[in-house]
């Protein structure tokens, strides 16, 4: 992987090793390797992955996500990805975000488009579960992966057996190692996810994927949306709406499957599991978001030249010591009777507009499967690996239980 030149205006007291991707540490302990980032300065400037800035404390990454006049979304990847497609809504700044915003909040996911969502996942759930063998399975492929994309499939109107060939890019996007494979990855995405759309906008009745109809209904300034735009904010779910669950849904389940006091206080007490679920993704922050400086300027004493890449990481911010003390223990009480406030959504205007979405599933996994798994552990010898890259999941997990 490419290890930059320090710019000039970086002070070499600032340049610290940290590639999110490739450290060997990421892979065996990613905790504890983001928890020692607690030693490090609030800013510090990585040579590694073409070189970008890291912001280790919470309050700064709320910043750097919420004031677009320094940070601009218009680049996410890190590394930067070269002539890369624009996803809407993500990569647009305010003004121009906003329209966009709302169509998906007011239209794709509004209380209509997403009334079955609900009953859908419990559905999906069970039927993975029966699918399982008795007392065993590998939960990121035979689960993980599964239940979000047949949710994404089924909303979009789309066919559940493109799942396999969807899995694929997915990985490349997220998960490629250099620039070359996560542009692959867009690259198999952008040309199914065209073929896709020009078959279904051939015949729009046949479709019955609530997001689908609410895509073709919505109206921009009163205009119907363009092929261009259609094409986009598809892409934008399929590559945010995804990986990004399995992800999720990796950590949280082995955290459950390690510890039988947090298991069994959910099975006693589930009307905690609402505060739970937040300590949760507080705790296991999964994405590594990237943004530009939108000019030159000095901010907490770091001179920022525009277009240096800042990056923005939930699982940094959740294991901020300043922020969360005792950050890597799970207490589910710690939000003192209020869901704990964290970023693992992200915040200001990019707040994730799929929360309600990822929570739903997130829940109806721990509801349906906790109760169905007793005495719930990972499969013994069983080597854990986390898969890093713009989010980080699990590799492989294999779970048993008393059938
Ligand atoms: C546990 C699961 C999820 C996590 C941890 C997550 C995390 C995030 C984060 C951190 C952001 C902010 C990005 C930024 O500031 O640039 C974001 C934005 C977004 N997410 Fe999610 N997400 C999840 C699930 C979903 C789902 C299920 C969908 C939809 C199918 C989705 C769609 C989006 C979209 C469209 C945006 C961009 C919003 C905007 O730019 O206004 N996400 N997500």
Same mark, same amino acid.
């Given at each position: ?16 090793? !940290?590639?999110?991707?490739? &450290? ?20 510090? %400037? ?15 990454? &709320?910043? *750097? ?32 975000? #906003? $329209?966009?915003?709302?169509? /998906? =909040? ?10 079955? /969502? ?16 008795? @007392? ?27 799942? &396999? ?10 998960? $490629? ?8 990855? %867009? ?10 759309? #020009? ?16 895509? *073709? ?9 363009? %092929? ?74 770091? =001179?920022?030249?525009?277009? &240096?890449?800042?990056?923005?990481? #939930? ?14 223990? *799970?207490? !589910? $009480?710690? @939000?003192? +009777? ?5 970023? +693992?959504?992200?915040? @200001? ?28 552990? *990972?499969?013994? $010898? ?22």
């Amino acid at each position: 992987m490419e290890t930059a030149d320090i710019p000039a205006h970086v002070p070499p007291e600032r340049v610290l090793r !940290f590639d999110f991707r490739n &450290d060997e540490a990421i892979r065996r302990d990613p905790w504890g390797y983001i928890a020692s980032l607690n030693d490090r300065p609030d800013i510090f %400037f990585s040579p590694d992955l073409g070189g970008y800035w890291v912001v280790t404390r919470a309050e700064l990454i &709320d910043d *750097v996500f919420s004031r677009h006049d320094l940070f601009t979304a218009t680049s996410l990847a890190i590394p930067k990805l070269e002539n890369a497609t624009p996803l809407i809504p993500n990569n647009f700044d305010p003004p121009e975000h #906003t $329209g966009y915003r709302k169509i /998906l =909040a007011n239209k794709l996911f509004s209380p209509r488009a997403l009334s079955t /969502l609900e009953p859908d996942t419990r559905t999906f759930c069970l039927q993975l579960f029966e699918a399982f063998e008795p @007392g065993r399975c590998e939960f990121v492929h035979d689960f993980a992966y599964k239940l979000p994309i047949d949710i994404f499939l089924s909303m979009m109107g789309a066919d559940l057996a493109l799942r &396999d060939r969807c899995l694929e890019w997915i990985r490349l996007i997220f998960r $490629g190692r250099s620039a070359e494979e996560t542009a692959a990855g %867009f690259i198999g995405a952008n040309e199914f996810v065209q073929e896709w759309l #020009t078959e279904q906008l051939a015949d729009p009745e046949q479709n019955k994927g609530s997001m689908f109809q609410a895509l *073709v209904a919505a109206r921009l300034e009163g205009r119907p949306l363009s %092929f261009a735009e259609m094409h986009s904010i598809t892409m934008m779910l399929f590559s945010g709406g995804l990986d990004t669950v399995t992800s999720q849904m990796t950590h949280i389940m082995r955290f459950l499957a390690e510890s039988p006091e947090h298991r069994q206080h959910l099975l006693d007490h589930p009307d905690v599991l609402p505060y739970a679920l937040e300590e949760m993704l507080r705790r296991f922050g999964i994405s590594f978001i990237g943004r530009a400086a939108a000019k030159d300027f000095e901010y907490h004493g770091v =001179a920022f030249k525009k277009g &240096d890449p800042v990056c923005a990481a #939930t699982p940094i911010a959740g294991l901020d010591a300043r922020a969360f003390p005792d950050p890597l223990r *799970v207490d !589910f $009480g710690r @939000g003192k +009777g209020r869901r704990v406030k964290h970023l +693992g959504f992200g915040s @200001g205007p990019h707040l994730c507009i799929g929360a309600y979405l990822a929570r739903t599933q997130l829940t109806i996994m721990i509801e349906e499967l906790l109760p169905r798994m007793p005495n719930l552990r *990972v499969a013994p $010898g069983a080597v854990i690996e986390n898969a890093a890259g713009a989010t980080m999941m699990l590799k492989s997990l294999p779970l048993e239980w008393d059938a």
